[in-house]
């Protein structure tokens, strides 16, 4: 709850308070004034304070229509200042969103090698989930408000456009052009297939990953554009195939690949352009020795080829990209010396 929230509730609870003390002391005053009963006397004030217009209960005495016109007079003051504290709450309350906004639309346009996700359904969830922990800059696209409102929620800094991912204009509005890559996780593949047609004609470079319920629309989306295209079912499957076959493995892998709480872990390194390890061999470089990581294996990107567990004579170059195994302190001094 915000300062400005306390605020008003403070201000709301003290007109609430100055309410009951209205009706606590017109029923006191009916009561000894005109000598009724004290339900006679709390709807009397009621209606007073109120001005609904209805008759009086019994014929007053001077004195009573003196004391039922102050009634008046403060009831109207009351409720003018309960009406006025709600309504601005509300405006202030709306303004306040339309503020942040255009405050997060503006950072959104400032953002670089940023990740669009479209999608926060179950799938959806998880990807934003490894990119939060993974301190990865990241824009999510979803269509839904009730599910826009649970996301600023449980995260009010998050980056979320409201909008339907398949439009060039809300690709556009995610700063799509400056985007390293995309993740369509929409629910239906017709939808996925227009986000991945739309996001390779705005940004040919963008590495797009695309998820595939039916099995033949995987070719589709290669053929529109998509970099990868990841099966949901065909993933289930070969994991539960693989904890009957591979338990050992398959517990290995999620360990490593989940990295929570664990003093090694598996991560990727790119070599930097301006490396001064560029060109040198592993054995010239001596990681392991340097920082105490294990090179698992290799991967040149023009080529498109792994190389598992290189030799200490394979040549590193700047478009190699490594997968090494040890400490998170240990995989920050490696990033170091490379762009050293």
């Known amino acids: ?53 209805f008759n009086e209960i019994r014929p007053l005495h001077m004195g009573s229509r003196l004391f039922t016109m102050l009634l008046i007079l403060l009831g109207m003051v009351v409720i ?23 405050k997060m ?40 408000a009730e599910t826009v409102s649970e996301l600023f929620e449980k995260d009010p800094y998050l980056y979320v456009i409201e909008g339907n991912a398949t439009k060039d204009e809300i690709l556009e509005e995610a700063n799509i052009r400056n985007a390293d890559g995309l993740i369509t996780a929409l629910s239906l593949d017709a939808d996925n297939l227009f986000v991945v047609v ?6 040919p470079k963008l590495n797009i990953i695309s998820r595939a319920v039916e099995k033949n629309t995987e070719s589709k989306l290669y053929n529109a554009g998509a970099s990868y295209v990841i099966s949901p079912n065909m993933v289930e499957g070969m994991r539960m195939a693989s904890v009957i076959l591979r338990p050992t493995v398959v517990n290995f892998l999620e360990v490593m ?16 352009e301006s490396s001064v390890f560029s060109g040198k061999s592993l054995a010239e470089i001596g990681i392991p020795q340097r920082t105490g990581l294990i090179v698992l ?9 792994w190389n598992f567990n290189p030799g200490p004579s394979y040549i590193l170059t700047r478009d190699d990209t490594m997968i090494v195994l040890g400490e998170p302190e240990k995989i920050e001094k490696l990033r170091n010396l490379l762009n050293a």
């Open 1 to 53: 709850m915000t300062q400005r929230d306390d605020h008003f509730f403070q201000h709301l609870i003290t007109v609430v308070l100055f309410l009951l003390l209205l009706l606590i002391t017109g029923t006191l005053g009916y009561s000894w004034l005109e000598g009724w009963n004290w339900f006679d006397a709390l709807y009397m004030t009621f209606i007073s304070f109120s001005t609904v217009g």
């Open 80 to 102: 003018a200042m309960l009406s006025a504290s709600v309504t601005s709450w509300f405006v202030r309350n709306e303004l306040l969103t339309k503020r942040k906004m255009v």
């Open 105 to 144: 639309k503006q950072k959104i346009s400032r953002l670089k090698n940023h990740i669009i996700i479209c999608g926060a359904g179950d799938t959806g969830l998880t990807i934003i989930n490894e990119f939060r922990q993974a301190k990865k800059e990241f824009v999510v696209i979803e269509e839904k």
């Open 198 to 203: 739309s996001a390779r004609s705005l940004n």
């Open 257 to 272: 690949t989940r990295g929570e709480g664990l003093a090694v872990q598996m991560e990727e390194i790119d070599i930097p």
């Open 297 to 305: 294996a290799v991967k040149h990107i023009k080529e498109k080829k």
